[in-house]
């Protein structure tokens, strides 16, 4: 069992910058793929970003690709997602997951925070 919790969300004007940061506790945090969603008002829940448990391997949805950037530091049970170039269409809630494999799909995913929310005004 892993506990997660986000941090670092707020309100940001569209082209600004933030860094969310998911903290882990509970075992194995290493062996876990790590993801972030998020979910807007009267949205679906989208996937952002994964990683996998060694770090090697990065996803990223065409959304966010090149403003934002997931890392991991297995020693701190932590990870990031630096995002950069805002847009308001980023606004959401940002949740952390821990799963077996760094994929788009929610379901692979069985630990998950409770979000913290992201703000982009225009």
């Known amino acids: 069992q892993v506990q997660l919790v986000e941090s670092g969300g707020g309100l940001v004007q569209a082209g600004g910058s933030l860094r969310l940061s998911c903290a882990a506790s509970g075992r194995a945090f290493s062996s876990y793929a790590m993801g972030w969603f998020r979910q807007a008002p009267g949205k679906e829940r989208e996937f952002v970003a994964a990683i996998s448990a060694s770090g090697g391997i990065r996803v990223y949805a065409d959304s966010v690709q090149g403003r934002f950037t997931i890392s991991r530091d297995n020693a701190k049970n932590t990870v990031s997602l630096q995002m950069i170039s805002l847009k308001p269409e980023d606004t959401g809630v940002y949740c952390c997951?821990?799963?077996?494999?760094?994929?788009?799909?929610?379901?692979?995913?069985?630990?998950w925070g409770q979000g913290t929310q992201v703000t982009v005004s225009s």
């Open positions: 997951a821990a799963g077996f494999v760094a994929t788009m799909a929610s379901k692979p995913y069985p630990h």
